[in-house]
């Protein structure tokens, strides 16, 4: 009977570190050339934009498809996200998973991997630009891979929004010194890590901001016309990864907006498995553009409902309850 799993169990048994883990094991498949990865396509009629996607990991006894429709004008975020999980030997199908806050989870994740690979050692200070649905988890998970991380920078539109944001961070990090403002010019100089969470469709700040050796994780451009960093910032980066090259000729705004070649860049699970490096001098500046991968979801599906099945007081529901 297949289950049907919601974000109350997938918060508890896919906490950020678990998240990290599976899409670290995700870029490892990817690597080894033992799963596949099915870009996203979009359908739009009557004015809704239905998003599919899907990855297979024999490996993992796993198939997924992912899809969530978009409703309302003027926004790229889904109304409501379902992950269906199929085991491979027989097409069965083992659950309906909940994704919003599993790719909330994993697409932090998958920022928090490049950033272990490809940012300095010791980088202490994030600036944030977002304030929205995924922007704090950003930052959680970026606690889990930079050991000396002590302030993070919230940067928005709306001051209240920024600091509200600021705010959710010191109570969930309050090791952590947060500061929140509206200013890239006062935020991105002091940066070691830069990751921007937004809708923009125009480049957020300068890239002659950017220090030399700072790490830049862009997470909100997937769609071509879109773009959170400038010409400048791909001018003076040493080295722009990819979480796909096939998904990146189609929807990395950054890149096809900027008139840059997405084939150019480097697909992140050869630096994931070592072999080409993160970042080869201090002074580096680097790129990591990330626009989700269904195998990262499949990997973190696939962890919750092994958890679940090793822990059977977790509330899962069967299908027909």
Not at 215 to 239: M, Q, W, Y
Not at 277 to 283: C, E, I, P, S, V
């Amino acid at each position: 009977m297949p289950q049907i799993i919601g974000d109350a169990v997938v918060d508890e048994l896919l906490p950020p570190a678990a998240a990290v883990a599976a899409v670290g094991t995700a870029f490892d498949l990817l690597a080894a050339g033992t799963a596949h990865d099915t870009p996203r396509t979009r359908h739009t009629a009557g004015g809704v934009t239905l998003n599919v996607m899907s990855a297979v990991a024999p490996t993992l006894d796993a198939l997924v498809v992912k899809s969530y429709p978009v409703v309302h004008a003027g926004t790229f975020r889904a109304s409501v996200i379902t992950i269906l999980v199929h085991g491979h030997r027989t097409g069965e199908l083992r659950a309906l998973v909940q994704g919003d806050l599993l790719g909330k989870r994993r697409t932090a994740a998958a920022s928090a991997v490049a950033t272990r690979a490809m940012a300095r050692p010791g980088s202490s200070t994030v600036c944030l630009f977002g304030t929205g649905f995924q922007a704090p988890a950003q930052v959680v998970a970026l606690a889990e891979v930079l050991p000396e991380l002590d302030t993070v920078l919230v940067v928005g539109r709306s001051t209240d929004r920024a600091e509200a944001t600021a705010q959710a961070l010191r109570t969930a990090l309050p090791r952590l010194r947060v500061e929140a403002g509206t200013s890239p010019e006062r935020a991105v100089p002091r940066a070691d890590v830069v990751v921007t969470a937004t809708g923009a469709s125009e480049p957020l700040f300068d890239g002659a901001l950017l220090r030399p050796g700072t790490h830049v994780n862009a997470v909100g451009s997937n769609d071509a016309r879109r773009r959170e960093l400038d010409a400048t910032v791909f001018r003076r980066a040493a080295h722009v990864a990819v979480d796909s090259v096939e998904v990146a000729r189609t929807e990395c705004g950054d890149l096809l907006a900027n008139g840059l070649d997405p084939a150019a860049a480097t697909p992140f699970a050869d630096v994931h498995a070592g072999r080409v490096a993160g970042r080869t001098h201090a002074d580096d500046i680097t790129v990591y553009e990330s626009h989700g991968l269904a195998l990262q979801d499949l990997v973190c599906a696939v962890r919750v409902l092994d958890a679940a099945q090793a822990h059977p007081s977790t509330d899962v529901r069967g299908a027909n309850e």
